[in-house]
């Protein structure tokens, strides 16, 4: 079975700096991939980034890159130049690219607070 | 283009009621699936449509159920509502079955059961 792990329940980050948002993963399946999502207190989930297993580079989005070590079955979001608005919960979220379905399986979250 | 499109936004039941959520999926887009999100259990999925077929559905009790439109819309429905069941309702869409597709979310249904 597929699991997501993300340690930190909250983090801290001054505007402008640099954040880093830890998640491992736990799966047997050679073929996944790894998404990344933002939700504000709005409660909309926002896709930010995607890496797949097999990628040979990590990806990048804007001020998102995704630190993917597979050996070490982590997959870390990294915010540069942080904003006020970044302030919101992050989601680590894997699927299984074998199957055909579209199901994800999510982490329990970081809450990122930006202060000015 | 119009995003993920979820009725109602914010709904209070009691407990025993049952409840029926929409979702108008991205236009062009055949899989709608659906996720329960509460404070304790976190994100969960509940169940995946495409072209009108479920394929596939989470650990949840039968009074979960949904159906899927030709038109790619999309419906839940609780019965015999339980307190435990007040959650956000999240909807979203993907265009096909691809395992790289991208699920655009809604902005959910928050249920409120008493």
């Known amino acids: 079975a597929q699991k997501i792990t993300q340690t930190q329940p909250g983090m801290f980050v001054q505007e402008k700096e640099a954040v880093t948002l830890d998640c491992t993963y736990d799966t047997s399946d050679p073929s996944y991939g790894l998404f990344w999502y933002k939700q504000p207190s709005s409660g909309e989930m926002i896709f930010l980034i995607y890496?797949?297993?097999?990628?040979?580079q990590n990806a990048t989005e804007g001020r998102y890159s995704l630190n993917f070590q597979k050996a070490r079955k982590s997959a870390n979001l990294v915010i540069s130049a942080s904003q006020l608005g970044d302030s919101a919960m992050y989601f680590c979220a894997m699927r299984d690219m074998n199957t055909g379905f579209q199901k994800l399986v999510f982490g329990t979250g970081t809450r990122l607070l930006v202060s000015p | 283009k119009a995003g993920v499109t979820q009725t109602p936004r914010y709904l209070i039941k009691t407990r025993g009621q049952q409840v029926t959520l929409s979702c108008s999926p991205i236009s062009g887009h055949r899989s709608v699936s659906w996720y329960q999100q509460t404070p304790g259990q976190g994100l969960q999925f509940l169940f995946e449509?495409?072209?009108?077929?479920?394929?596939n559905k989470g650990n949840f009790p039968g009074r979960f159920s949904g159906r899927q439109f030709s038109n790619s819309r999309s419906e839940m429905n609780v019965s015999t509502l339980e307190l435990g069941d007040s959650a956000l309702y999240l909807c979203a869409s993907s265009k096909d079955t691809s395992g790289a597709n991208v699920l655009t979310f809604g902005a959910g249904s928050r249920l409120t059961v008493l």
């Open positions: 890496q797949g297993s097999y990628d040979q």
């Open positions: 449509y495409f072209s009108e077929t479920q394929r």
